[in-house]
């Protein structure tokens, strides 16, 4: 079945430093792919999304993009700020698109951004 | 415009009691799906329904059954339940003209005891 890798936490950084989370997935056909956010006491907030190979997605200078040929979806921030701690989810959908098949989630990476 | 909304949103039930879990979608979504999030966890998909039916299902055994009304708001029900129901649900609404992004609530935390 699908699944969603992502890299372990917590992920510690200093502010204005460049963010990368990995992220690697397992699928059959072409999986859209999403970052969502759970920021502290609030609920999963999408972040970006790419729907199909060496597309683009950004939001809130985090960018990821859609890697086909490694299975893969890292996320990338070239700045980072206090408010970007948060839990990271990278996600998949199947290839139908993520409105019509259920998400499958990696376990989440916890980010803490010290000032 | 009203985002996802879930009802209640905490509540404590004892093992082998029946729990009802709400949710209302996004205005103009048509579908709904429900996760189950447990602690430190990434949320694992339960179910999802559009047109007031069952349409996919992930790997969660029968006492966990929906409903969705025409309005398109939907029900989760567990039966029996055990220790390892406790989690934060998670429903999430997609439709509309973006069909391929979910909107989730707030979700309702199940504590079993």
């Known amino acids: 079945g699908d699944s969603v890798t992502q890299m372990e936490g917590p992920v510690t950084l200093s502010e204005e430093a460049f963010l990368t989370i990995n992220c690697t997935y397992t699928?059959?056909?072409?999986?859209?792919l999403f970052w969502y956010v759970q920021y502290p006491g609030e609920g999963l907030q999408l972040l970006l999304k790419?729907?199909?190979?060496?597309d683009k997605g950004s939001n809130k200078g985090f960018e990821a993009t859609y890697r086909k040929e490694t299975t893969s979806f890292h996320l990338e921030k070239g700045s980072v700020q206090v408010s970007d701690s948060a839990v990271y989810f990278c996600?998949?959908?199947?290839?139908?698109?993520?409105?019509?098949?259920?998400?499958?989630f990696g376990k989440g990476t916890h980010l803490i951004i010290q000032p | 415009d009203a985002g996802v909304t879930q009802s209640p949103t905490h509540l404590i039930k004892t093992r082998g009691q029946q729990v009802t879990l709400r949710c209302s979608p996004k205005?103009?979504?048509?579908?709904v799906s429900w996760y189950q999030q447990a602690l430190g966890q990434g949320p694992q998909f339960i179910f999802q329904?559009?047109?007031?039916?069952?349409?996919q299902r992930g790997n969660f055994p029968d006492r966990f059954s929906g409903h969705q009304f025409p309005n398109y708001s939907s029900e989760l029900n567990v039966n029996a339940l055990l220790l390892g129901d406790s989690a934060l649900y998670l429903c999430?609404?997609?439709?509309?003209?973006?069909?391929?992004?979910?909107?989730f609530g707030p979700g309702t935390r199940l504590t079993v005891l």
């Open positions: 699928a059959t056909g072409y999986p859209s």
């Open positions: 790419a729907t199909k190979a060496d």
């Open positions: 329904y559009y047109e007031e039916e069952e349409r």
């Open positions: 999430a609404s997609s439709g509309g003209t973006i069909y391929n992004e979910q909107f």
């Open positions: 996600a998949l959908s199947g290839d139908s698109g993520g409105g019509a098949d259920g998400l499958t």
């Open positions: 205005s103009g979504h048509d579908t």
